[in-house]
C-alpha cells in the first residue's frame, strides 16, 4: 500500500528554527508538496520538489531525497503566525496526490 | 487572497435532509476536485473533474452526488447523510488535472458539515 508519514504534533518556540519530517512509499514518484493549513481555513501551496536537494522560499524550505523515500520542511525565525498544520503529499505513478495526516505545529513565545 | 470560494462555510443537516455544497473557482483551471478531511486523517480524494468531465470517483457511496457544469463551478449534492460523514469538505482546483509538472492544486476553505 501507499503511505505518508509525519508526526502528528510539534512544538516550537517562536523565534526558533523547526524541522518537520516526510517520509513516503508510493508506487512512483512525480513530486512531493508541502501545504500549509490554519484552522478552519484552506490547505495553502508552501512548496514542490521533484529532483534531490534543498529548495529556499524565505524562511521556509524544503528538502528531497527520492532515494531514502524522504523529505522535510524548515522553517526558520518561527512567527506565531506559523501555527498551523503542515501537509505532505506526494503524486504517484498514476500522478495521484497521496496525503499525510498532516503535522501540527505549536509555536510558543 | 483565495481564488476558490465555497458556500456554505458550515452546514448542520438531518439524515434525511437534501442538501448542496457548491464550489467557484476564479483561477481559469480546467480540473477540480472534492476531498473531505476528517481530524486526524490525511485528506481523501472523492472526485475529480478534468474539462468538465468526470476522471476520478475513489469508490464514494451514491448518497453524494458530484455535479460539473462548467470547468469554474463544481457541486456535491448530498442525500441520506450518516453521521460518520461529517467532516470538513474541501474543494480545489488546477490547470488541467494531468498532473504533468507542478499542476499544483488550490484549495478553497471548505464547507464544515455535521449530520445529525
Known amino acids: 500500500g501507499q503511505n505518508i508519514d509525519q508526526p502528528t504534533e510539534m512544538t516550537a518556540t517562536e523565534g526558533a528554527i523547526v524541522q518537520i519530517n516526510c517520509t513516503y512509499q508510493?508506487?512512483?514518484?512525480?513530486?512531493l508538496f508541502w501545504y500549509q493549513q490554519h484552522a478552519g481555513e484552506a490547505p495553502t501551496f508552501l512548496s514542490y520538489?521533484?529532483l534531490d536537494g534543498l529548495e529556499e522560499k524565505g524562511r521556509f524550505s524544503s528538502f528531497l531525497s527520492r532515494s531514502k523515500g524522504y523529505s522535510y520542511l524548515l522553517l526558520k525565525e518561527l512567527q506565531m503566525k506559523d501555527s498551523a498544520s503542515y501537509l505532505c503529499?506526494?503524486?504517484?505513478?498514476?500522478?495521484?496526490?497521496?496525503w499525510g495526516a498532516g503535522t501540527k505545529l505549536i509555536i510558543k513565545p | 487572497e483565495t481564488g476558490v470560494t465555497q458556500t456554505p462555510r458550515h452546514l448542520v443537516m438531518g439524515m434525511t435532509n437534501k442538501k448542496s455544497l457548491k464550489c467557484e473557482q476564479h483561477?481559469?483551471?480546467?480540473?477540480m476536485y472534492w476531498y473531505k478531511q476528517s481530524a486526524k486523517k490525511p485528506l481523501e480524494l472523492m472526485f475529480v473533474?478534468?474539462?468538465?468531465?468526470?476522471?476520478e470517483n475513489n469508490s464514494v457511496p451514491s448518497r453524494f452526488s458530484p455535479e460539473c457544469p462548467n470547468s469554474s463551478h463544481l457541486f456535491l449534492h448530498l442525500h441520506t447523510l450518516q453521521p460518520e460523514d461529517s467532516a470538513l469538505y474541501l474543494c480545489?482546483?488546477?490547470?488541467?488535472?494531468?498532473?504533468?509538472?507542478?499542476?499544483?492544486?488550490?484549495f478553497g476553505p471548505g464547507t464544515r458539515l455535521t449530520v445529525l
Open positions: 503529499a506526494v503524486r504517484d505513478s498514476n500522478y495521484q496526490l497521496i
Open positions: 508510493t508506487s512512483g514518484f512525480n513530486g
Open positions: 520538489n521533484v
Open positions: 483561477l481559469g483551471h480546467n480540473a
Open positions: 473533474y478534468n474539462f468538465k468531465e468526470q476522471t
Open positions: 480545489a482546483s488546477s490547470q488541467d488535472g494531468s498532473g504533468g509538472g507542478t499542476d499544483t492544486q488550490y
